[in-house]
């Protein structure tokens, strides 16, 4: 997982330090790979515009473009990128620029000369992928430091989460853990979402309520799906490592990246009749949104109409029924699918995909409904339209028991005396409900925290908040005693020590060996002679 410093910041009122937060993350128990300083561009990497353009004259696939940074003379640079064209602000790399990994020349390519080079967000560390160049917004200023136009005092945090700590899959999972393992205070979450009114104008239809517990479904029309979304949204996707697709698309992997909820937005118009959660049908098929066909085996689970599949649940969309430029009226999508229904599904079909990620490993069936109509209040925010039905179809949550912790039970695995206020304060910050009675606490942990089954799970949580430093090392105490020495023994060591005091060595051998590889070490019968 990665995310944008700058996004973590929002969660708290205090500045937030690249070396005490990557400290408190790892001992979180998350493992904090990379930071990338984005701050760190060099200045000679500026706003630049494509003033003309012309095709090299010795490679097809290469232009030669004229660009302005806002000196007194244009710069000409040869360009490959499939979206290069005049009119076009783009990053641009002068002369002399460091981007990571190398350094920008005067070169020739093709025998033409180039004095720079034309960014993409990958080659700037942006992005992960990348179709072509960044395009920057029309009203930037020309020659201005990449740096400062798209405001990259941040930092892209790369962590490493293990299976069991899917909460962090989230924003909101580091934020809390950041606050739990801090004195920063957390802000009270602003993720303002409309309380829409249960409708039942579209029938969603679950077979199969254990593999799908719990299934939302919105309808919000006349969007207007060509509206430019806000900066720092495109920017916190982009350094989330995700790329920019259309406005609702952006907006559900925006809450996705937010809450750790996946999220599906299908185009409502191309769905005929009721939609169904239920197993594929053997030898069906379905071309996903990235135009792989797959057939199904019939143990998938999928998302269908009377049509046939429309997505492979919970972990990709069908490309004929998916959100387009051109949608107006949206179906979206917010379910909890258990992870065994998931689990392995996508690599069967050579796919690895955000939602798949987070499936697998369980996500929060407490937020399904906040998360979608967030969601829509963002669309309705930012592409207009608005929310003309809604269902939330409930069936066999996972039921979570109270687990009981006892004071002495702690103190046996940490070693040492803990106060039961010490405690309380430690479930406390967790936000784990509990009562508290003659040295047991009864805990309730939050639905987005899975991990927590058995009373050991809470001891490793009351360790690793009380810190693993403040636990005293103590070596064991034990009395050692001196045993007499057997005379045999003595003996023996006297002698080997006065015969390699007289020039003899002695030889170890294998205790273990057959007589006809020892036989075949030496052909001398009679080796002291």
Same mark, same amino acid.
């Given at each position: 997982m ?5 996004w973590?910041?929002?969660f +708290?009122?205090s ?14 128990g ?9 701050s760190g ?5 500026v ?10 004259p ?15 003379e ?11 064209r005049?009119?076009?602000k783009?990053p ?22 180039? +004095? ?10 942006l ?10 917004k029309?009203?930037l200023?020309? $020659?201005?430091?990449?740096?400062d136009?798209l ?16 909460d ?7 934020a ?6 801090s004195?920063l ?8 979402y ?8 579209q ?13 939302v ?5 006349g ?7 806000p900066?720092?949204?495109t ?11 259309n ?8 809450v ?9 937005? +299908? ?9 169904s ?15 792989q ?10 998302i269908?109409?009377q049509s $046939?599949?429309?997505a492979?649940a ?19 999508e917010s ?15 050579s ?28 669309i ?31 103190a046996d ?13 430690i ?5 784990f ?7 047991i +606490? ?19 949580e ?22 007499p020495v057997?005379?045999r ?12 005091n ?12 057959g ?8 052909d ?6």
């Amino acid at each position: 997982m990665q995310f944008s410093k700058l996004w973590l910041q929002e969660f +708290f009122d205090s500045s937030l330090d690249d070396i005490d937060l990557a400290q408190t993350l790892t001992i979180a128990g998350i493992e904090v790979e990379e930071i990338q300083d984005l701050s760190g561009l060099s200045d000679q990497i500026v706003v630049g515009e494509i003033v003309s353009m012309e095709k090299h004259p010795d490679a097809d696939r290469l232009n030669v473009c004229q660009v302005d940074v806002g000196s007194k003379e244009l710069l000409q640079i040869v360009c490959g990128a499939p979206n290069a064209r005049q009119g076009i602000k783009i990053p641009c790399a002068k002369v002399g620029a460091q981007l990571p990994g190398f350094d920008i020349k005067k070169a020739k390519l093709r025998g033409v000369e180039s +004095f720079g080079m034309l960014c993409s967000a990958k080659e700037l560390g942006l992005s992960q992928e990348s179709d072509g160049l960044y395009e920057l917004k029309s009203d930037l200023m020309l $020659g201005q430091p990449v740096v400062d136009a798209l405001a990259l005092n941040d930092s892209i945090y790369h962590l490493s989460i293990t299976p069991n700590r899917a909460d962090c899959l989230s924003m909101k999972g580091i934020a809390r853990e950041v606050e739990a393992l801090s004195d920063l205070t957390l802000k009270k979450f602003t993720s303002e979402y409309n309380q829409i009114p249960s409708s039942n104008t579209q029938e969603i239809i679950v077979e199969d309520a254990t593999l799908c517990p719990r299934y939302v479904g919105l309808h919000i029309q006349g969007v207007d799906n060509k509206k430019k979304l806000p900066e720092f949204m495109t920017h916190y996707l982009e350094r989330g490592g995700i790329s920019s697709i259309n406005p609702v698309v952006d907006i559900t992997n925006y809450v996705l990246l937010e809450t750790g909820q996946p999220l599906h937005a +299908f185009d409502k118009d191309k769905i005929h009749g009721n939609v169904s959660v239920r197993k594929a049908i053997k030898d069906e098929s379905l071309m996903m949104i990235n135009h792989q066909e797959i057939i199904f085996s019939g143990e998938e689970l999928v998302i269908a109409d009377q049509s $046939g599949p429309l997505a492979l649940a919970g972990i990709m969309g069908g490309l004929l029924s998916s959100s387009q430029e051109g949608t107006t009226n949206i179906f979206l999508e917010s379910a909890y699918f258990d992870p065994a229904a998931i689990s392995g599904r996508a690599r069967s079909f050579s796919l690895n995909t955000d939602s798949s990620h987070r499936f697998e490993r369980g996500v929060d069936f407490g937020s399904t409904l906040n998360a979608a109509q967030y969601a829509a209040s963002l669309i309705i925010k930012y592409c207009g339209g608005s929310i003309s039905a809604s269902v939330d179809i409930t069936g066999n949550l996972p039921q979570r028991s109270a687990i009981s912790l006892r004071t002495k039970r702690v103190a046996d695995i940490m070693g040492m005396e803990i106060s039961d206020t010490e405690i309380k304060a430690i479930l406390a910050k967790l936000q784990f409900e509990f009562t508290y009675e003659k040295g047991i +606490f009864t805990v309730n942990p939050p639905t987005y925290r899975f991990d927590m089954c058995i009373e050991e799970d809470l001891v490793e949580e009351v360790i690793r908040l009380y810190g693993y430093d403040n636990i005293p090392a103590l070596m064991p105490s034990t009395e050692a005693l001196m045993l007499p020495v057997d005379s045999r023994k003595k003996d023996l060591k006297i002698t080997k020590d006065t015969l390699v005091n007289l020039g003899y060595n002695e030889v170890i051998s294998y205790s273990f060996i057959g007589k006809v590889v020892e036989e075949g070490l030496h052909d001398n019968k009679n080796p002291i002679k």
